[in-house]
């Protein structure tokens, strides 16, 4: 496997050589030109590009600076390829450096992009979780260890000029909706900390003042964090520029579904094997829109779950109309209360949701006026039983530990 | 295994003896009373009390009269239970009449309850699946088939009157904001159609007056359309009411993750196996606001997938904010554009996504402005091969057949 | 599903108006034709034709007539089924009678058959297993709860009469290099007990002088005992005759791979949804010798599992040549010690090993001298945590109870 | 991870440093210390230490020495350990080195060691297996890749001198009774090419005497070749000595149950990532015999299968009694037959069946005088469906390729 994109993890993403960006731009040129059927590696730095230490004080996660991410590798050209193509990328492997066994899991402050449940969780904290092989363990939040599903968070390949000014719009329209609100609506074009891969000049001034964030997943894909990206899966992502362009990082150990503490999942640097070819004119001939992919046949066999339910009433008994999100939340806030009765505190079981290979479904969506979701969360991760019984629960948890705070 | 409620699918829900009620009161009378660890059979009409036939004509579906819905055998007493209690319901077995070896799937009409895509789908639709031992087919849906996985679409415990009111008043409220929206916001109480199972005189009245409406699924279950409460899962339900009052219904034979087409899954008659017990005073030792439940050990191992993104991006390009139902909307939409290549009719492929064991992932919910969804179609169901390949798609399906219409 | 074996259990097999045979012989008459497509019904009387009580005693299992079985249902003919073409044979469904929820195990005594762990095991043993739904217990055998697998034990086609031949003759010369072993090493052909269906007369005297026992699995499938001939498979059976003549029987609720109880599955009356076609001329086509199959998509999903070697060196310590046979006695003598260690007896351990779905897999076969057999005993069927642990197994089985002994 | 065996690939077996040995003897001194809860990086050369080459000739098949193999990295303390203790060996992580992206699969010839088809494939044989991430392909079988399932073929602990004498007298007995069998009846100790680890001088010499080969699964573990101890598997060894000192090698990159070219899996070099504790007086506590495992939650989930029986009546038509080996090779024969009729050579199809993730089942074993086998081939494996239809098989794999043959 031919390293295509080598990073030196002490250097900064700006000192990469050009191979790193941390915006979507049309006019980003190739760092590297690969052919159909070729197999490469691509090393990737964690999504903050080392703004996150492995100790225990969360004012790293308070303190990130939004404007830096994602650092992600690439763009990566295919030869031949064109706009309405499809880029097929097989992700042949996900893996971690040998040096850097170790992810990190952050609950975001309000102030500071906030999360999935803000309201209860406002405040800074963070998890480490360090690596054993193909499991996981946190000193921070005990009594669980569960086998990673590693994946890219983000990958996809460049839009056109056209496409990145329908986002721009859309995105800029919803902003004036509620332009101050915290968290923010949506991030805009920010030339502050932009950096703009082998673009220099005011070629990358320019660029940079209208290069779309990369915070939101969109048609290319982008920041899906869709954790079946894992090794073994394959993807069809619509090409719109000239060779395509593939990019990717933010690389997770693991992630449950919804990445709902918001830096989510285990964040983590580490590298990709990939394997690209096309079908020509795919785009049309397939219907595509957004990506479309087929899993891997090697994910973690969890199958005994408890499975909690959430409808669209909101805590202050508020009927909502058919809101998944809500009922995820609902379901996500029943779980948490759930797992504190087994000694868990509320930021230690939030993490374990963001973390752990849980699933989020969506259930019911017709039933007016009240949406289902449900939450699957795996019973195999603890090595206590967590099942309900007769008895009722007991505190299995080990006491006196709690994820990492502010000082 | 006794049978607890025996039915005359013959004969109309209201001349089943009292057994079957409409509406959700605490008043309902127990219509029998089991111990915990009781084994015991629920017979259930399907959904609609008998309204649909096994004919080539969608004027049944279009016509359905909602007021009635959804006829539920029950309540049932559990022996000791007493509000706070969790009733810890065992479904052993979901099965099918000897002499009733179809199912429905219905595409309701915009002016009578709509579905997640009526936009796309205002008109009825019918399409009638056959039963081969744990697989369906359709004439109406060509090339597929799939194994069921049988499960009530709605099961729960009866409410008490403080919770009855709340549900009255949440409802009411947000029927108040929009109070001639079609598809309605919500259904309020209606004193029409209401079985009151064996409640007579002037207490049915006012029962029927405020009795709560079975459409959504609520904090004791209900209409959860959950595909996963199939055989060999178990349910722990919150109680309400002296002796709990179990009531049960709306059998489905498969379902898609969504139940998108409203009269989504197909419908069916059939019979429940139930083993029932008690975790005294369980809503407060585990903290329960919605049931929780444990799957089934036994469900159709479907795992090779065409996986389908969707954002938070409609599709006049509007962008909403973290909305789950807009990226899952995308995403069926995808499906089914993806679908048509084939050959298949929209509406067909619509009621594929209804009908078959679909899953639907919240995938990523936190990465403003954009919700990512997905809609996981297993490919083992279609006769054909349908992954993406270097030659693009053909019409796989055999055309000239449609879902059935109105006339 | 249209009835086409309608047995009435009340009655012995010889009376069930030919239906039902229980040796194999080419001029056996077809009990009825179906066409290719069609999907049927046949009900099936349990392997011994009733000739074990839901009791607790195991005189009937001592004393089992082995000249009786197996009886089986057709044999069916299908419409333009020649020599050479495979008959597929898809499962539909497998169900039990709903008057008759329970099956049995039998350990068979040496001078009646014998078992895998004959040595060990000699006497005759019976354990009765209620059905509950999906799952089923024994009140000789507690704390332990599954899923059955439920599957016929025994299917095939009518052999030609070269066949027949063929089996006679082989088996035979087995017998004659030892004919007076205990147990036996076949069984020839006996007619005592014969039942030919639809024979009669002189020609039914001859054939029952020359038709193969039921017992072996043999070219044609038989009693094959695979656990994984469950609702949801599909079967190719090769054919000899005209007509094809498939006939079936021996239900299992469930079994371990292995069924080395010999009565070794919870045995059971019920009956079988078959769906059939042809392939012609497949045998050739397709190089087939023995029958091959697809698995369901519809089976228990246990996944965790303890697993038990065992390597041919036999309990006297000498070593055989790789001997999968005594690989798999070991790892089953293996299992039952272990289980001892938690309350059962070694019978109740021995009947967990053939009711229960363990698995037995070939692991390695060619390092001289040892096979390595495993055999895999699912951990969620009980009802205590049997996995090792640093403080040793506790006695967590229900004690003064055992499987039922003869009197 | 602390590595604690660092080979250096470029150079032979006794030229690293005492830290592989290819013979079990209990004089072995530890190459290195553990305490209980570590975790460390062991490295393995590949089983015969570097003689194949990734080529296209099978000379080095067919020249293999088997008195040098296997070459095992160890033997490794655990402080603590005594006789009678179990050794929990938790295999935390398995992999391939960067610049060693390849494994061989070998048919061995009659004249060495053979293989169990080996009657009709008594030729040397081999075919290359390049690495693509998780997955693996092969220049000399084409139109099939699948997921690896990494595994040590061979882990245990040292035997005492008491046991080392008892597999010693037991084999030298099975030799006695066939002396000059070919292949033989089993490998006797052979002091030539013996690598004792860090004994040196007359010590070495004479335990080089009396060291049990390391071709046979034995009491202790060994070479089980049981493809499931893959990464996320936990593993319970006996031990016989002080520090107990495991030892481990003979890496698969995928194999299938039986292993049956006996080089029979994909062979690789590669290493292991260990996690070991204690359970004090583990084997009296659990009756333990044998090695117990408990499977991963990270295995390849191919699941739609062909699976093929097989009965226990050789080519020549002779009956066998109850025999697994017989069953298990008709099995495989019938599949060799089926995938030729898709163009595979035999000797290609052999090659998938050593290699690729099949089942091998007991199915019956008790139904005199035929057992019964299955092996399980999975479909999804092949890039072309190879499931049966009406229409016969085509020729789908690319011809005029061939697995390497001797010069």
């Keep these: 496997m031919k390293t295509l994109v080598k990073l030196d993890l002490d250097k900064k993403p700006w000192e990469q050589e050009g191979q790193i960006h941390n915006r979507w731009h049309p006019d980003l040129p190739m760092i590297a030109m690969v ?36 650092y992600l590798s690439g763009p990566i050209g295919v030869e031949g390829a064109e706009p309405g193509d499809l880029m097929v990328v097989e992700i042949l492997d996900v893996g971690t450096f040998e040096d850097s066994q170790w992810g990190f899991n952050g ?3 309000k102030e500071n992009g906030g999360g999935f449940l803000v309201d209860q969780y406002p405040e800074a904290r963070k998890s480490i979780w360090d690596f054993h092989g193909i499991y996981t363990t946190s000193r921070h939040v005990p009594n669980v260890r569960f086998a990673g599903i590693m994946h890219p968070g983000l990958i996809g390949c460049l839009p056109s000029k056209e496409l990145l000014d329908k986002w721009n719009k859309r995105e800029g329209d919803l902003i004036a909706t509620e332009p101050d609100r915290v968290p923010e609506l949506a991030l805009p074009p920010n030339p502050k900390s932009a950096v703009m891969g082998k673009m220099s000049g005011e070629a990358a001034k320019k660029a940079a003042l209208e290069g779309a964030r990369t915070v939101p997943p969109r048609e290319h894909g982008g920041n899906c964090d869709i954790k079946n990206l894992t090794k073994g899966s394959k993807v069809y992502f619509p090409v719109y520029v000239k060779d395509g362009g593939l990019s990717m990082g933010d690389l997770h150990f693991s992630q449950g579904d919804g990445e709902i503490t918001f830096c989510g999942a285990i964040e983590m640097a580490g590298y990709l094997d990939i394997k690209v070819s096309l079908i020509k004119d795919g785009v049309k001939k397939y219907g595509i829109k957004n990506p479309i992919f087929e899993p891997s046949v090697l994910t973690p066999t969890y199958k005994d779950y408890i499975i909690f339910e959430g409808i669209s009433v909101n805590e202050q008994g508020k009927q909502l109309y058919l809101d998944v999100n809500e009922a995820y939340r609902q379901a996500c806030l029943n779980a948490i209360e759930y797992m504190k009765k087994f000694g868990y505190t509320g930021a230690q079981a939030l993490s374990i949701l963001g973390t752990a290979p849980v699933e989020g479904h969506i259930s019911g969506i017709v039933d007016i006026p009240n949406a289902c979701a449900t939450l699957w969360l795996p019973t195999e991760i603890f090595d206590f039983d967590m099942k309900p019984n007769a008895d009722g629960p007991k505190v299995m948890v ?7 705070k502010t000082s």
């Design 398 to 404: 080990k006491q006196g530990i709690d994820t990492a």
């Design 35 to 70: 052919k159909p059927g070729d197999e490469f590696r691509v090393e990737c730095m964690d999504w903050t590009g080392g703004q996150i230490g492995n100790n225990d004080s969360a004012n790293d996660v308070r303190d990130v600076d939004l404007t830096q991410v994602h």
């Design 107 to 109: 609950i975001f402050a």
